[in-house]
């Protein structure tokens, strides 16, 4: 990507065939999309990109297995569409971007031969749905063999588990690679340019969208033949902007998160507890060197702030203990997050839980305005597909097959499991390190480890002990448009969603770099590192944690200096 200047004078005051607002998953899709297939294409997003939503999901690629015993069950067609779709979408999101993705198995223990029968003959159903596009055969497997696979399994009446495949995904690095490729393929995209109102031709159309960028509050406009929005829990919001008198169709859905320490549960292969106390599913997820558990379903407003709370906490713990030998404890909790599903609900009574995952596009025909809602991480790329399919015939164009198929993400190509065993040949840096650089930028980790030939101080870690280093914070700055230290240490390095207290204790370094590379001044950089570490201690107070202490912290000053 450019510079935040270079993009700003790129945007501003200029025409675009295409202006998507919002830079989430689906936002940066729609982009992409438009930008190959050759028009000239904007993306806003008010926060970051992968700011809200899309970097909080359960990172696992999925057509859905609770869906499809919904859909059966309710003779739900709209239910059925979504698994069999993403069943699909699944293989084409593990080909995009291999450096971010992987396959996965996925284990649900049995304790009971009819349990073993009622899940066999489901996830058969569910590998048949997936025909040409299956990953793998779901088979039962042995009491011995799931033990062997999940040691620290509950062992009492166990029979067995159904195992199935599925993928695994870094979903904040996938939206970035998406916004990579779509600045690599001509786009303009800018991070922190809130959208604050709309311009209308003669005939009441949208030919202008008026911004500020939050960073320096600077105002700008922006024209454009079609406008998108894809604004994911604030949909409504753009909507009103451009009708007001269109009703409000949203309804989001709080999904939480926990991690915990990879040793409570080691397993190669991910967890799934079929029937909660509230008859969803929880998964449990080895996910880089921790164990992820998830989710939760809890209705909120786009007002609302999202975090782990102590219920969210509790509930989790409850229906995961129930399947280990021995109980994950609240004080094991090492980070946690929580976001907002944006559903589309007809019906205003009908419960979150109730509400298919399903995606709508909608054309109002009074402003132009094309807003794509709900939907889900897995099939985002066919809804930006269809998406500028409405964009193309909007515009009067022919409408061409989406070149995003099969197109490598940046980072992606000619990528191989190996790569990290050739940096660290040529740099000398660790095994965990190249592991970590090879996870995050894939072969864009090159780029990142160049910049510690220049200055080798570059190449010691943010903290520590730890595998990120200095480089991956100057490389964000200056090509992955991150503007504050939540930008770097949340969704470009992973180090929040790691351990809340790593996280405040990388700060003051990642600080200074930033400082370095943002001019920011000695007091701006103070309260930045301020604001990050109340933010965080406030998200550990949330989940019924002990904030990090003042020595944890200057811990981790004395490493900056």
């Given at each position: 990507?450019?510079?935040?200047?270079?993009?700003?004078q790129?945007?501003?005051?200029?025409?675009?065939?295409?202006?998507?607002?919002?830079g989430?998953?689906?936002?940066?899709?729609?982009a992409?999309?438009?930008?190959?297939?050759?028009?000239?294409?904007?993306?806003?997003?008010?926060?970051?990109?992968?700011?809200?939503?899309?970097?909080?999901?359960?990172?696992?690629?999925?057509?859905?297995v609770?869906?499809?015993?919904?859909?059966?069950?309710?003779?739900?067609?709209?239910?059925?569409h979504?698994?069999?779709?993403?069943l699909?979408?699944?293989?084409?999101?593990?080909?995009?971007?291999?450096?971010?993705?992987?396959?996965l198995?996925?284990?649900?223990?049995?304790?009971?031969w009819?349990?073993v029968?009622?899940?066999?003959?489901?996830?058969?159903?569910?590998?048949?749905?997936?025909?040409?596009?299956?990953i793998?055969?779901s088979?039962?497997?042995?009491?011995?063999e799931?033990?062997?696979?999940?040691?620290?399994?509950?062992?009492?009446?166990?029979?067995?588990a159904?195992v199935?495949?599925?993928?695994?995904?870094?979903?904040?690095?996938?939206?970035l690679?998406?916004?990579?490729?779509?600045s690599?393929?001509?786009?303009?995209?800018?991070?922190y340019?809130?959208?604050?109102?709309?311009?209308?031709?003669?005939?009441?159309?949208?030919?202008?969208?008026?911004?500020t960028?939050?960073?320096?509050?600077?105002?700008?406009?922006?024209?454009?033949?079609?406008?998108?929005?894809?604004?994911g829990?604030f949909?409504?919001?753009?909507?009103?902007?451009?009708?007001?008198?269109?009703?409000?169709?949203?309804?989001?859905?709080?999904?939480?998160?926990?991690?915990?320490?990879?040793?409570?549960?080691?397993?190669?292969?991910?967890?799934?507890i079929?029937?909660?106390?509230?008859?969803?599913?929880?998964?449990?997820?080895?996910?880089?060197?921790?164990?992820?558990?998830g989710?939760?379903?809890?209705?909120?407003?786009?007002?609302?702030?999202?975090?782990v709370?102590?219920?969210?906490?509790?509930?989790?713990?409850?229906?995961?203990?129930?399947?280990?030998?021995?109980?994950?404890?609240?004080?094991?909790?090492?980070?946690?997050?929580?976001?907002?599903r944006?559903?589309?609900?007809?019906?205003?009574?009908?419960?979150?839980?109730?509400?298919?995952?399903?995606?709508?596009?909608?054309?109002?025909?009074?402003?132009?305005?094309?807003s794509?809602?709900?939907?889900?991480?897995?099939?985002?790329?066919?809804?930006a597909?269809?998406?500028?399919?409405?964009?193309?015939?909007?515009?009067?164009v022919?409408?061409v097959?989406?070149?995003?198929?099969?197109?490598?993400?940046?980072?992606?190509?000619?990528?191989?499991?190996?790569?990290?065993?050739?940096?660290?040949?040529?740099?000398?840096?660790?095994?965990?390190?190249?592991h970590?650089?090879?996870?995050?930028?894939g072969?864009a980790?090159?780029?990142?480890?160049?910049?510690?030939?220049?200055?080798?101080?570059?190449?010691?870690?943010?903290?520590?002990?730890?595998?990120?280093?200095?480089?991956?914070?100057?490389y964000?700055?200056?090509?992955?448009?991150?503007?504050?230290?939540?930008d770097?240490?949340?969704?470009r390095?992973?180090?929040?969603?790691?351990?809340?207290?790593?996280?405040?204790?990388?700060?003051?370094?990642?600080?200074?770099?930033?400082?370095?590379?943002?001019?920011?001044?000695?007091?701006y950089?103070?309260?930045?590192?301020?604001?990050?570490?109340?933010?965080?201690?406030?998200?550990?107070?949330?989940?019924?944690?002990?904030?990090?202490t003042?020595?944890?912290?200057?811990?981790?000053?004395?490493?900056?200096?």
């Open positions: 990507m450019k510079n935040r200047h270079e993009e700003l790129d945007i501003a005051g200029k025409s675009f065939d295409v202006c998507v607002i919002g989430g998953a689906t936002g940066a899709g729609c992409l999309d438009a930008q190959l297939r050759g028009l000239r294409t904007v993306m806003l997003d008010a926060g970051d990109f992968a700011g809200a939503t899309s970097s909080a999901a359960t990172k696992i690629i999925h057509g859905g609770r869906y499809l015993e919904e859909a059966i069950k309710d003779v739900d067609p709209k239910e059925y979504v698994v069999v779709r993403a699909h979408e699944r293989v084409r999101m593990l080909n995009n971007a291999p450096h971010l993705t992987r396959q198995q996925f284990m649900v223990p049995s304790f009971s009819l349990n029968a009622y899940l066999d003959i489901g996830l058969k159903i569910y590998d048949w749905l997936a025909g040409s596009a299956r793998a055969p088979k039962y497997v042995s009491r011995e799931t033990l062997e696979r999940m040691p620290k399994l509950k062992r009492e009446g166990l029979i067995g159904v199935y495949a599925d993928g695994q995904f870094d979903d904040a690095r996938y939206n690679a998406l916004a990579q490729t779509f690599q393929s001509g786009g303009s995209a800018l991070n340019a809130c959208v604050t109102s709309f311009s209308r031709d003669l005939a009441g159309h949208l030919s202008a969208a008026t911004a960028d939050q960073l320096s509050d600077q105002q700008f406009s922006v024209q454009a033949k079609i406008f998108v929005n894809a604004t829990p949909t409504d919001a753009v909507r009103l902007m451009a009708n007001a008198a269109m009703p409000k169709r949203m309804r989001l859905s709080k999904g939480a998160h926990i991690l915990l320490p990879l040793e409570i549960f080691p397993s190669p292969d991910a967890l799934l079929p029937k909660t106390d509230d008859g969803r599913v929880l998964f449990a997820v080895p996910w880089n060197g921790r164990l992820l558990v989710t939760t379903e809890e209705e909120v407003s786009p007002e609302d702030e999202f975090f709370t102590k219920q969210d906490v509790e509930f989790m713990l409850k229906q995961l203990n129930k399947y280990l030998e021995h109980p994950a404890k609240p004080s094991d909790i090492v980070s946690g997050y929580a976001g907002a944006p559903l589309v609900s007809a019906e205003a009574g009908q419960s979150t839980q109730k509400i298919a995952r399903d995606d709508v596009i909608e054309i109002d025909q009074a402003s132009g305005l094309i794509i809602m709900g939907g889900k991480w897995t099939t985002h790329r066919a809804m597909e269809d998406t500028i399919n409405a964009v193309q015939k909007a515009l009067g022919a409408v097959e989406s070149p995003t198929r099969s197109h490598v993400l940046y980072g992606g190509e000619g990528y191989s499991s190996e790569l990290w065993e050739t940096l660290k040949g040529v740099y000398e840096i660790s095994g965990e390190t190249a970590h650089l090879s996870a995050k930028f072969t980790a090159w780029k990142v480890l160049e910049l510690t030939r220049d200055n080798p101080e570059l190449n010691a870690p943010i903290l520590a002990g730890s595998p990120p280093i200095q480089a991956e914070v100057v964000c700055v200056r090509a992955e448009l991150a503007a504050t230290l939540e770097v240490l949340a969704r390095l992973g180090v929040q969603f790691y351990s809340w207290r790593d996280a405040i204790r990388s700060a003051p370094a990642v600080a200074s770099l930033m400082a370095q590379e943002l001019g920011w001044s000695s007091e950089t103070a309260s930045e590192v301020a604001k990050y570490t109340s933010k965080i201690n406030h998200y550990l107070q949330e989940a019924g944690l002990e904030p990090e003042a020595s944890g912290a200057a811990a981790g000053k004395a490493s900056a200096d």
